[in-house]
Nanobody, 114 residues
Framework: QVRLVESGGGLVQAGGSLKLSCAAS????????MGWYRQAPGKQRELVAV???????NYADSVKGRFTISRDNTKNTVYLQMNSLKPEDTAVYYC????????WGQGTQVTVSS
């Protein structure tokens, strides 16, 4: 069983920065993809950014140039550096790990005030 624990959410003013972290524990296969999704009130969960264990990345158009995803495979941890935050980035951010199964973290709130 895999467990994902997120940290780093909070309240920030527009234009500010936050860094999210997600640590995975348990039995994890080498070939996997870790990433971040978000869900705003009344909206569907959407992809923010993902990164494979080989370092390939994919970003939502809305965050390209502002967010950077990275990972430390020795710690099974994925990070999301969020810069130039906008009020529309306000959402619950969920960590995700996909390998033989699909795992989710409990979510961390990010609120950007205007």
């Amino acid at each position: 069983q895999v467990r994902l624990v997120e940290s780093g959410g909070g309240l920030v003013q527009a234009g500010g920065s936050l860094k999210l972290s997600c640590a995975a524990s348990g039995t994890i296969f080498g070939a996997n993809v870790m990433g971040w999704y978000r869900q705003a009130p009344g909206k569907q969960r959407e992809l923010v950014a993902v990164i494979s264990n080989n370092g390939y990345t994919n970003y939502a158009d809305s965050v390209k140039g502002r967010f950077t995803i990275s990972r430390d495979n020795t710690k099974n941890t994925v990070y999301l550096q969020m810069n130039s935050l906008k009020p529309e980035d306000t959402a619950v951010y969920y960590c995700n790990l996909r390998e033989m199964a699909n795992y989710w973290g409990q979510g961390t709130q990010v609120t950007v005030s205007s």
